[in-house]
């Protein structure tokens, strides 16, 4: 398998599909790029390099830059996807998805229903998520619980580019409408992708670390951060287990029961708020149908309740450290 950064394996996912299939179609802001500067077309490739190649390779009628109006782009895609088309939307940011809440709250996610099973919407929103960049409050949230809570709608987080890859082509290839969250801090890390398109299902998570002292469930970025946990703790002969669920909706519970009722301790780590967030919930599911098999209280590292700071003293605070999580994890082990 080759190397391939998390921006490279997405992007490449996302040539291989178009050439797959014709109906894939791929708009939003600037996902062209540089259409009005000096470079012309393509000068950019997208604002972060994402979509770079796709509209030399494909053109006007299959990649093309939209309006800066979410509601419009969201919009289009539920209807294009309606008609048979299978179009991945970009918003450039999760933090604005409430401009276009209603267009899959209220239609892309319940169209299945509303037509009695008879309807198919294979739409894909591709967005970004997390802190780390000094973007401030309304560019740095991790919105994907309000996604996971709307029925009919699946919410895909990969951690890695392995998994970026053969997600979002199951995402393009499904016939629900998804949205897909991108950390944009992980756009640069490496790992071994294969270079042939393959798919990875949505619902089921990901085993990264084996062990029998404790369960650690982290999300997207976390998932990185509570590895590096896991194998420091080792050298101390403390071993954990790391769940990826990949996605939260549909969320692999079968994985994290059974992790829990080997290990008997919980840490989940989130790096979105946790009231109402994904943290509470995966605690919650634990505790009402694994809790004989707890041997300690669950705990959960997440940001405090607040915004997310632009100064970065502040940020780096805010986000879940390696330090935090391993102090929950000795928290468990010692019963707290």
């Given at each position: 398998?080759?190397?391939?950064?998390?921006?490279?394996?997405?992007?490449?996912?996302?040539?291989?599909?178009?050439?797959?299939?014709?109906?894939?179609?791929?708009?939003?802001?600037?996902?062209?790029?540089?259409?009005?500067?000096?470079?012309?077309?393509?000068?950019?490739?997208?604002?972060?390099?994402?979509?770079?190649?796709?509209?030399?390779?494909?053109?006007?009628?299959?990649?093309?830059?939209?309006?800066?109006?979410?509601?419009?782009?969201?919009g289009a895609a539920a209807g294009a996807a309606f008609a048979?088309?299978?179009?991945?939307?970009?918003?450039?940011?999760?933090?604005?998805?409430?401009?276009?809440?209603?267009?899959?709250?209220?239609?892309?996610?319940?169209?299945?229903?509303?037509?009695?099973?008879?309807?198919?919407?294979?739409?894909?929103?591709?967005?970004?998520?997390?802190?780390?960049?000094?973007?401030?409050?309304?560019?740095?949230?991790?919105?994907?619980?309000?996604?996971?809570?709307?029925?009919?709608?699946?919410?895909?987080?990969?951690?890695?580019?392995?998994?970026?890859?053969?997600?979002?082509?199951?995402?393009?290839?499904?016939?629900?409408?998804?949205?897909?969250?991108?950390?944009?801090?992980?756009?640069?890390?490496?790992?071994?992708?294969?270079?042939?398109?393959?798919?990875?299902?949505?619902?089921?998570?990901?085993?990264?670390?084996?062990?029998?002292d404790v369960t650690i469930v982290g999300l997207a970025r976390?998932?990185?951060?509570?590895?590096?946990?896991?194998?420091?703790?080792?050298?101390?002969?403390?071993?954990?287990?790391?769940?990826?669920?990949?996605?939260?909706?549909?969320?692999?519970?079968?994985?994290?029961?059974?992790?829990?009722?080997?290990?008997?301790r919980l840490v989940v780590v989130d790096e979105a708020p946790?009231?109402?967030?994904?943290?509470?919930?995966?605690?919650?599911?634990?505790?009402?149908?694994?809790?004989?098999?707890?041997?300690?209280?669950?705990?959960?590292?997440?940001?405090?309740?607040?915004?997310?700071?632009?100064?970065?003293?502040?940020?780096?605070?805010?986000?879940?450290?390696?330090?935090?999580?391993?102090?929950?994890?000795?928290?468990?082990?010692?019963?707290?």
């Open positions: 398998m080759s190397q391939k950064s998390y921006r490279d394996a997405i992007n490449e996912c996302l040539s291989q599909e178009m050439e797959r299939d014709e109906t894939v179609i791929v708009f939003g802001e600037d996902v062209v790029g540089g259409s009005m500067s000096e470079g012309g077309k393509e000068a950019s490739g997208g604002v972060f390099g994402l979509t770079a190649g796709l509209w030399t390779k494909y053109g006007d009628n299959r990649v093309f830059d939209t309006p800066i109006s979410e509601a419009a782009i969201v048979g088309m299978r179009p991945v939307a970009e918003i450039m940011f999760s933090d604005f998805m409430g401009l276009c809440m209603d267009q899959m709250y209220n239609q892309a996610g319940k169209f299945k229903y509303m037509f009695g099973g008879k309807a198919k919407t294979p739409m894909v929103v591709r967005t970004t998520i997390g802190a780390g960049m000094s973007a401030a409050a309304q560019h740095s949230q991790s919105p994907y619980a309000m996604i996971t809570m709307m029925p009919g709608m699946k919410a895909v987080m990969p951690s890695n580019p392995y998994d970026a890859k053969g997600l979002l082509a199951s995402c393009i290839r499904g016939e629900d409408p998804v949205v897909y969250f991108e950390h944009k801090l992980l756009y640069t890390d490496q790992g071994e992708v294969p270079d042939e398109p393959y798919t990875i299902p949505l619902g089921k998570g990901n085993l990264t670390r084996q062990g029998k976390m998932v990185n951060l509570a590895n590096g946990v896991a194998d420091k703790l080792a050298e101390e002969g403390i071993t954990c287990d790391v769940i990826d669920p990949r996605t939260s909706s549909p969320l692999d519970e079968e994985l994290i029961l059974e992790s829990v009722e080997e290990t008997g946790v009231r109402c967030g994904m943290a509470r919930d995966i605690a919650g599911l634990v505790a009402s149908q694994a809790f004989e098999f707890l041997d300690a209280p669950i705990k959960t590292v997440t940001p405090p309740h607040t915004p997310v700071p632009f100064s970065p003293s502040l940020e780096w605070q805010y986000i879940p450290s390696p330090d935090k999580i391993e102090a929950a994890v000795r928290e468990t082990l010692e019963g707290v």
